[in-house]
């Protein structure tokens, strides 16, 4: 049974534009919400991390909104560059040795 | 410190062959793990070491691999008796226990194929 479940699996937006990836989780012991970045022969990399009590989080041009209530969280992208095409995975850490289980991915292509 | 770095990179091994993996984590990290990913997945757990301790092992993880941190530092990862279905991305991440930043630093992994 996936944990983290992601979507959409792949998403295409004009340069400037604005992608929303989200994520949905069930296990309300979750603590953590992180989303990693991948690149082609690269392991993820961490982007940007949530954590339960806060609703929103900024970090340069990437955005978290948290909705404790839905158990959703999603990604924005502002500004959206050509070089933010890469995979990328949510995420949620259960217990205190930092094991997470990840979403499925989601393969953006930015076009210039 | 260069990150946490593993290898070999590449793999390409015949079904039934043995196989062995190392990572060697940022040397002020005491927690090591272990993911696996295919192709369009996330990773997925294997296994945790907490300094020399394995702490944790997925239930995907069955007798034929095994894990190892031997003192506390690098870490090799061996699969045994290599089938179809091991061909994947190996990732080894490491992480601090202090300030609970949570966050995973992965290395670029061990890509499988077993032919």
């Known amino acids: 049974q996936q944990q983290v479940k992601q979507s959409p699996q792949s998403l295409i937006v004009q340069k400037g534009g604005i992608p929303i990836i989200n994520c949905a989780y069930e296990?309300?012991?979750?603590?953590?919400f992180p989303w990693y970045q991948q690149f082609p022969g690269k392991g993820p990399a961490l982007l940007i991390a949530?954590?339960?009590?806060?609703s929103e989080k900024k970090e340069g041009r990437f955005t978290i909104s948290f909705n404790k209530s839905a158990k959703q969280f999603s990604l924005h992208i502002m500004d959206s560059q050509p070089g933010d095409s890469a995979t990328y995975f949510c995420?949620?850490?259960?217990?205190?040795?930092?094991?997470?289980?990840f979403g499925s991915g989601t393969k953006l292509n930015v076009k210039p | 410190d260069t990150g946490v770095s593993q290898d070999p990179r590449h793999k390409i091994t015949k079904r039934g062959q043995n196989v062995t993996f190392r990572c060697d984590p940022i040397?002020?990290?005491?927690?090591l793990y272990w993911y696996r990913q295919t192709l369009g997945q996330g990773p997925e757990f294997l296994t945790y070491f907490q300094n020399e301790a394995q702490l944790e092992k997925s239930r995907l993880l069955s007798d034929r691999f095994s894990a190892e941190r031997p003192k506390g530092s690098f870490s090799t990862l061996e699969i045994q008796r290599t089938e179809q279905g091991d061909s994947a991305m190996y990732l080894c991440a490491s992480s601090s226990s202090q300030g609970n930043t949570g966050e995973l630093f992965f290395g670029e992994g061990s890509r499988l194929t077993v032919l």
């Open positions: 040397s002020e990290h005491n927690r």
């Open positions: 949530i954590r339960p009590d806060v």
């Open positions: 995420a949620a850490r259960a217990g205190n040795f930092n094991k997470f289980y």
């Open positions: 296990n309300t012991a979750f603590d953590y």
